[in-house]
């Protein structure tokens, strides 16, 4: 059964930095484009970065300049370091693996930026 599993979440202040991992089992990790993914209370779920099986990244236009996404295909896992942080940022973040029909979700991390 395919595993992915957040961590690195929680509370930081404004401006400051997070940074999140998703380590995943049970799947040719190489593969697959990793994402990851954000819902704010009251809102729909909208992506944030991805990175594909060949390094090619996109990013959420809010995000833009100030997160990062990178992966490590030795470890099976995908990164997001998230730094000058404000409170719209607060969000439980997913991650996702996609590939053709397959497509993976973890449970989430918390992220809450607040002072």
């Not at 999140?20 to 992506?47: D, H, N, V």
């Not at 099976?76 to 969000?91: H, I, R």
Request: aromatic fraction near 12%.
């Amino acid at each position: 059964q395919v595993q992915l599993v957040e961590s690195g979440g929680g509370l930081v202040q404004p401006g400051g930095s997070l940074r999140l991992s998703c380590a995943a089992s049970r799947i040719t990790f190489t593969i697959y484009t990793m994402g990851w993914y954000r819902q704010a209370p009251g809102k729909q779920r909208e992506l944030v970065a991805a990175i594909t099986s060949g390094g090619s990244t996109n990013y959420a236009d809010s995000v833009k300049g100030r997160f990062t996404i990178f992966r490590d295909n030795v470890k099976n896992t995908v990164y997001l370091q998230m730094n000058s942080l404000k409170p719209e940022d607060t969000a439980v973040y997913y991650c996702n693996a996609r590939y053709s029909h397959l497509d993976y979700w973890g449970k989430g991390t918390l992220v809450t930026v607040s002072s």
